[in-house]
């Protein structure tokens, strides 16, 4: 079946303006997080949303970044006012049950690279 | 505080050659799972192999094999008969702490395949 999808694939920017970015989940996935990689390091937890619960917006870094997302289907990460240090792979993941220990793997999507001019 | 490491940036090896890619880690909760993720460089993170704190073996997935040493809290990725595609970037990662859904991954290692 199809994997995880992210629009768009690159997005350049100028600093201070708004950008969307779009995740389409694995179908059936009830799990969705989003990730940030900035260049030549690991991946940094952003947030996390699971069914009707209320999301786990820990790692959001400020409050310029917020997500949101409809049912079990599209997520939608929003940052404002955007800086150059903004400027990442922002990954999607999707996951088919947190809730059964079996089912644990994280699958991903191909990223949106983001720069911020 | 929960911590993955991962201290080889790069490693060079030669096609066919095994190869050992090194994580240790460090957690308070008595119950966890690790994961080995492959990142070529178009950009994808690829899942590789699985391995939970409790399991009894070692992970097995066809060239892939983990190398778990609970007491040592490492565990290390051991690619078999390597192949050039097998050039990219690998990230080990632990399930967050106290039910924590989030992945957390260690820096990454850059292997490169030598012909």
């Known amino acids: 079946g199809a994997g995880v999808s992210q629009s768009p694939s690159n997005k350049v920017t100028e600093k201070g303006k708004d950008v969307e970015l779009r995740c389409d989940p694995i179908s059936g996935h009830t799990a969705l997080y989003w990730y940030r990689q900035r260049l030549g390091q690991g991946l940094e937890f952003l947030i996390y949303?699971?069914?009707?619960?209320?999301?786990?917006k820990s790692g959001l870094p400020s409050d310029r970044f917020s997500a949101e997302r409809t049912g079990e289907s599209v997520s939608t990460l929003t940052i404002q006012r955007t800086q150059q240090e903004d400027s990442a792979v922002y990954l999607c993941?999707?996951?088919?049950?947190?809730?059964?220990?079996?089912?644990?793997?994280?699958?991903f999507g191909p990223g949106t690279r983001l720069t911020v001019l | 505080a929960q911590k993955i490491t991962q201290t080889q940036p790069g490693m060079f090896v030669q096609e066919k050659e095994a190869v050992t890619l090194d994580c240790t880690y460090d957690t308070s909760d008595p119950s966890y799972g690790l994961f080995w993720y492959k990142q070529p460089s178009s950009g994808e993170m690829i899942f590789l192999i699985y391995?939970?704190?409790?399991?009894?073996q070692n992970a097995t997935e066809g060239r892939y094999s983990l190398n778990f040493q609970k007491a040592r809290k490492s565990a290390n990725l051991v690619i078999s008969a390597s192949q050039l595609g097998d050039s990219a970037m690998y990230f080990c990662?632990?399930?967050?702490?106290?039910?924590?859904?989030?992945?957390?991954f260690g820096q990454g290692t850059r292997l490169t395949i030598n012909p």
């Open positions: 990662a632990m399930r967050g702490e106290q039910g924590a859904q989030k992945l957390v």
């Open positions: 391995q939970g704190s409790y399991d009894q």
């Open positions: 993941a999707s996951r088919l049950n947190p809730r059964d220990a079996s089912t644990d793997t994280q699958y």
């Open positions: 949303f699971q069914g009707n619960s209320a999301p786990d």
